[in-house]
C-alpha cells in the first residue's frame, strides 16, 4: 500500500471542459505542482490535480486509475493499493450490502449504494467512494444530493449530503475512516456515519450521530443499536462457517420489536 498525502490549498486546477476537451489547465493565476506523480508504475496522479474540482475532473476521466481506492481529503489525496481482504472487509461489506439494501428495497424509501461511487462535498472539501451511502429520495428530491452525470452515461457522481456513509475499517485505512472521514463526514452533514471494525477479538459496529458539536456515538442497548434515520434497530455478530473461517451477521429489528424484547 501507499500513502499520498498532498497540500494543495494554492494551488490552480482545470475545469471538467478542459480536461475533456483534452487541454492543458491554465497556470497564470496560481504557481501549480510542474510535475506527475507516478506510483510504483501503476497510476500517474496528473500535475493538475491539486484541488477539489481538478481530482473530480480526474475521478471522471479515462486517466483515472482502474484499480486501487482514491480520496481527496480536504487537501490531501490519499491512496490505498491492497487487496480486500475477504473475511474483514468483504464479507462485512456483502452483509450490510445484503441486509440494509433489501430493507431499502422493501420499504421503498430511497436508494442504498454500494461502493465504487464516488461521493463529492464541496462544503466539507470531500470526494471519496464510501463502501455503502444510503439517501432518501425526498433528499433528492429537496436538492440535498444531486446525481451528477457522466459525459457518456448515466449518473457516475453523487455530490451533497446523503443520509448514512458506511466505512469498514481496514489494516490502511484506520486514521482515514476514523478520523479523517469522521471529521469530514460530519463537515458534510451526513446525518449518520456508520463506522464498522471486526479485525479485533470481537466486531465493532458504531452508529455516530450527527450533533452540531460533532458526531456522538449511539449507546447500545443490550447489543443493539438504535438508527435514527431507518427508525429501526441493528445488531452485528460474528460467527463461524462451516469450514472455520469468521462470519459476520447484520440483523435489524423494528422499534416495537426492541420494546418488546427489553
Known amino acids: 500500500m ?3 498525502a498532498m497540500e494543495v490549498a494554492n494551488m490552480s486546477a482545470p475545469t471538467l471542459a478542459e480536461v475533456e476537451a483534452g487541454r492543458s489547465p491554465a497556470t497564470e493565476s496560481k504557481p501549480a505542482r510542474r510535475s506527475n506523480i507516478i506510483i510504483e508504475d501503476r497510476a500517474c496522479i496528473p500535475a493538475w490535480v491539486d484541488d477539489l474540482e ?20 480536504n487537501g490531501e489525496i490519499w491512496m490505498d493499493w491492497s487487496m480486500e481482504e475477504l473475511f474483514t472487509h ?14 431499502v428495497t422493501t420499504v421503498q424509501i430511497g436508494y442504498f449504494v454500494c461502493d465504487r461511487m464516488l461521493l463529492s462535498n464541496v462544503a466539507a472539501n470531500l470526494s471519496t467512494e464510501p463502501d455503502g451511502l ?3 429520495w425526498h433528499t433528492i428530491q429537496t436538492g440535498r444530493l444531486r446525481l451528477i452525470k457522466g459525459a457518456e452515461e448515466g449518473c457516475i457522481e453523487l455530490e451533497g449530503s446523503p443520509d448514512m456513509a458506511l466505512e469498514i475499517v481496514s489494516r490502511y485505512s484506520v ?6 472521514l469522521r471529521d469530514l463526514y460530519w ?8 463506522l464498522v471494525d471486526v479485525r479485533g477479538a470481537s466486531p465493532r459496529f458504531d452508529i455516530l450521530r450527527h ?3 460533532g458526531y456522538v456515538a449511539t449507546e447500545a442497548q443490550n447489543g443493539w443499536l438504535f438508527s435514527a434515520v431507518f427508525g429501526r434497530a441493528f445488531q452485528l455478530t460474528r460467527q463461524t462457517d462451516p469450514l472455520g473461517h469468521p462470519q459476520y451477521r447484520l440483523q435489524t429489528r423494528s422499534v416495537e420489536q426492541s420494546a418488546a424484547k427489553a
Open 211 to 213: 450533533t452540531k458539536d
Open 90 to 103: 468483504n464479507q462485512v461489506k456483502t452483509e450490510f450490502t445484503a441486509v440494509v439494501g433489501t430493507l
Open 54 to 73: 481538478s481530482f473530480r475532473c480526474w475521478a471522471r476521466s479515462d486517466e483515472f486509475p482502474e484499480r486501487g481506492w482514491f480520496s481527496y481529503l
Open 175 to 180: 486514521r482515514k475512516d476514523t478520523v479523517r
Open 2 to 4: 501507499t500513502h499520498l
Open 134 to 136: 444510503f439517501c432518501f
Open 187 to 194: 463537515r458534510a452533514g451526513i446525518t449518520e456515519y456508520w
